[in-house]
């Protein structure tokens, strides 16, 4: 598997195409291409008025109203400066030796799989089927030692959307699987 550029390098695009930042429009990167919304720039604007205070090191009060809107432990929870870091964090806390990876993907799941030695077996779905993940297809595919599947829901950069009874039955049929594992 070779690992695929991240998007979001407008500047650099730009440059290579001898055009302004203004001129394009970014669709490579989960980022709105319109800009940011007058409502976030006024969110942005007031928070600037606390900026003088440390933040909370373990988002805790996020963790805590996170845990109590979805009725899980806290401790099941980890708040992360933006998706990059914990998708960073992952691998390197869990240490998986093999992964399923459903594809196509996100291309950090790779690159920081990679970094830290796992050995990804890649899952690939494709357009013929409209991206849908098949359960049983997907279970074939596990191997003895198969220590994480990796999957995004919606699916990124497909958006194909993998219904809750699925990731129910795909977690009760995986070894160790439980239909509850929210406690």
Same mark, same amino acid.
């Given at each position: ?10 500047l650099?695009?730009?440059?290579s *195409? ?30 600037? *008025?606390?900026?003088?205070?440390? $933040?909370?090191?373990?988002a805790?009060?996020?963790?805590d ?17 933006g998706?990059?870091?914990?998708l960073v ?10 992964? *399923?990876?459903?594809t ?17 077996? $890649?899952?690939p ?7 849908? *993940?098949s ?7 596990l ?18 959307i ?7 039955e ?14």
């Amino acid at each position: 598997m070779s690992v695929a550029d991240h998007g979001g390098d407008i500047l650099r695009r730009a440059s290579s *195409l001898g055009l302004s930042v203004e001129e394009l429009l970014d669709f490579s990167a989960s980022i709105n291409p319109l800009g940011t919304p007058p409502a976030v720039l006024h969110a942005a604007s007031e928070a600037l *008025l606390q900026s003088h205070h440390y $933040p909370e090191i373990d988002a805790r009060s996020l963790v805590d109203a996170l845990a109590e809107h979805h009725d899980l432990p806290a401790a099941n929870l980890l708040a992360g400066c933006g998706a990059t870091e914990l998708l960073v964090l992952f691998p390197e806390v869990f240490r998986p030796r093999r992964a *399923l990876l459903v594809t196509p993907a996100f291309s950090e799941y790779e690159r920081n799989l990679l970094r830290v030695g796992t050995t990804i077996d $890649p899952f690939p779905l494709n357009a013929v089927d409209d991206f849908n *993940l098949s359960v049983d297809a997907l279970l074939q595919q596990l191997r003895p030692d198969t220590d994480l599947i990796l999957l995004a829901n919606p699916g990124n950069p497909t958006g194909a959307i993998i219904e809750p009874q699925a990731l129910l039955e795909l977690v009760s049929r995986t070894p160790d699987g439980s239909q509850d594992r929210r406690r």
